[in-house]
């Protein structure tokens, strides 16, 4: 099992500039959540995904982030436009059986906003 | 909505010792606690978790004990190891469809030789 991919590993950016963050669940897995990790404010449950559809998006922080899961096997998070504030490592997670399942994590991307 | 605190926020134990870790929840209706480690610049891994219908739980070197009514539980690792240090996170989640799991602040422990 590959566990969970994410991509891009590492993204600098500009402020202004759109950023897409991609996750692939572990195959078979039906919930995804998408974390936001700094140190300031550890780790936070941006959006909650099950079977596709998102459940629970109150940590998105505002409008300038949306997240979508267009297929069991694909979600992304993007951020229009980016602010230097943005700069986190952002975690994909994924369970099999909802929130109270074992949430496995991917690798993190590190975003950079300049 | 659910608050968890985590002390301390970091730890120095000499290597064999054991090394404690202790947080709080607030939400009465959260009944699963995941703990996590996470070594530096990797992601964070599952190393233990309890439900609520039980106080303890253990894994070789590593226990957590559960205490609903004071809402508190705690991650106890017996003869620590080098491999041991790293940021352990914990988190409480209450069941329903609003609910989330809030992750503690986390600990940073050091396993000194």
């Known amino acids: 099992d590959a566990g969970v991919i994410q991509s891009p590993r590492h993204e600098v950016t500009e402020m202004g500039q759109e950023v897409t963050l991609r996750c692939k669940p572990i195959s078979g897995h039906n919930s995804l959540f998408w974390y936001r990790q700094t140190m300031m404010r550890g780790l936070e449950l941006l959006i909650y995904?099950?079977?596709?559809?998102?459940?629970?998006d109150s940590g998105m922080p505002e409008d300038r982030f949306s997240a979508k899961m267009p297929n069991a096997s694909f979600s992304t998070l993007k951020i229009q436009p980016s602010e230097p504030r943005d700069s986190a490592v952002y975690f994909c997670a994924s369970s099999s059986g909802g929130k109270i399942d074992t949430q496995y994590f991917g690798p993190g991307t590190r975003l950079t906003v300049l | 909505g659910e608050n968890v605190e985590q002390h301390p926020s970091t730890l120095s134990v000499q290597e064999g010792d054991s090394a404690v870790i202790k947080c709080t929840y607030s939400d009465s209706a959260s009944n699963y606690f995941p703990w996590y480690k996470q070594e530096l610049g990797k992601r964070p891994q599952l190393i233990i978790d309890i439900r609520s219908n039980v106080g303890e739980k253990k894994d070789q070197r590593i226990a957590v004990t559960l205490n609903k009514t004071a809402k508190h539980f705690s991650l106890h690792i017996t003869e620590t190891q080098p491999e041991d240090s790293a940021v352990y996170f914990c988190a409480a989640l209450a069941t329903g469809t609003a609910s989330k799991l809030t992750f503690g602040t986390g600990t940073r422990l050091q396993v000194t030789l």
């Open positions: 995904f099950n079977n596709n559809v998102p459940i629970d």
